[in-house]
């Protein structure tokens, strides 16, 4: 299968997970597209969602969800949404499509993260992908040095500006060994918004699409 048939089928394994009549949290991504169709084309009822882009806003309200502001909403049964790394432990890396500010904010929310992804986004240790880090614009030559002194390689990603009116650092060349350590120290240097590693908001199960189907890992 190729990598648009497995974000389908790890869509539609997502759907057994999903609580009737929820307030959903809906994160951003290909394969949350997949999955917001998925929902609408089986007819899935629910109370309302709590989307982290105004992307995935988008596409809720064209399928005929109703779309809540986080901010009167106290907490969510579920919150789905991809990832571009995880590892066997359940940590993540994301941020591949400028949300993770957002993604943070309803996954905070949440009681359970469920990730879906194919198998190539499952690692040993962080850090194959490049680190997203949502940034203040004035920060990002000294966020770069500091950075190296991590053996990380920060580049600009050009023509984004997050729906928070930031923008984006990708990071290349770490390894991060220990994700908690690392989100703890980078989210407190002057100038980051969030770094785009989920240690604190970590995944509590992952469906994983495969060449032999979907297998389910709990963190």
């Not at 648009?4 to 307030?23: C, D, F, M, N, S």
């Not at 290909?30 to 917001?36: E, H, K, L, Q, R």
């Not at 350590?181 to 199960?205: C, D, M």
């Amino acid at each position: 299968m190729d990598a648009a048939q497995l974000k389908q089928l790890v869509a539609q394994a997502a759907l057994a997970h999903v609580p009737a009549g929820a307030i959903l949290g809906v994160g951003t991504g290909s394969t949350v597209d997949c999955f917001i169709d998925a929902l609408a084309d089986n007819g899935m009822a629910l109370a309302g969602t709590v989307s982290s882009s105004e992307r995935s806003t988008a596409r809720l309200r064209a399928r005929g969800y109703t779309v809540l502001d986080a901010s009167t909403v106290e907490r969510l049964p579920l919150y789905i949404d991809g990832a571009d790394e995880i590892d066997y432990d359940g940590y993540m890396i994301k941020g591949g499509g400028a949300a993770l500010t957002r993604e943070k904010i309803v996954a905070d929310l949440a009681d359970e993260f469920l990730c879906i992804a194919d198998e190539s986004k499952l690692v040993t240790t962080l850090g194959r992908f490049p680190l997203p880090v949502e940034i203040i614009p004035m920060a990002a030559a000294q966020l770069s040095r500091r950075f190296a002194l991590l053996g990380g390689r920060a580049v600009l990603r050009q023509g984004v500006v997050t729906d928070n009116g930031c923008q984006i650092l990708d990071v290349h060349d770490l390894a991060i060994t220990e994700p908690l350590a690392f989100e703890t120290e980078v989210n407190q240097w002057p100038g980051v918004v969030t770094v785009g590693v989920f240690a604190r908001h970590k995944a509590k199960r992952c469906l994983l699409g495969g060449a032999d189907g979907v297998r389910s890992l709990n963190f």
